[in-house]
């Protein structure tokens, strides 16, 4: 089974402590996702917050659906966009990857899709999601590799 833990997290308060607008989670306890097409484990740790999808608003209807399988896989994609787009977030729950991978947004992105698929979402869905964020010109134009 390729995610190894359960997902525990809870909503964000808008406002509370150093994060964004309200529209945050935060991970209860450590979550583990097995990669298995690069047989990397990734790893985010308790206290990381993170948005859920965050896919075009024009994607949203067809896997809104399906969005409890959305979310693990969410977890691991805003985990390696915030280390590799060097964002600014509260070094309390700084996100970590436990392997030495130089990742690629392409490739951050397929294990988006490869979660979603291996979460039980259909191939339909996990693949318009994928679309979505491959789409997202902002997140091309910000990606920065440093690691």
């Known amino acids: 089974m390729p995610f190894l833990d359960p997902l525990h997290h809870r909503w964000v308060e808008p406002g509370e402590a150093e994060y964004r607008d309200g529209r945050d989670w935060m991970l209860l306890s ?9 047989d990397i484990i990734l790893t985010a740790e308790e206290g990381f917050v993170y ?24 977890v691991f994609h805003d985990l390696l966009y ?9 070094t309390s729950c700084h996100p970590k990857v436990t392997s030495d991978h130089d990742w690629t947004k ?10 979603m698929l291996d979460n039980g979402m259909s191939k339909i869905r996990a693949y318009i999601a994928w679309l979505g964020v491959k789409a ?12």
């Open 30 to 38: 450590p979550i583990r996702y097995h990669w298995t097409r690069m």
């Open 51 to 74: 948005d859920q999808a965050s896919v075009p608003r024009l994607v949203l209807p067809v896997i809104v659906e399906s969005s409890g399988k959305i979310s693990k896989p969410s």
């Open 106 to 115: 392409a490739e951050t992105d397929l294990m988006f899709r490869d979660g």
């Open 136 to 147: 997202n010109l902002n997140a091309k134009l910000n990606w920065n590799i440093y690691v």
């Open 82 to 90: 915030n280390i590799y787009r060097d964002l600014n977030f509260p």
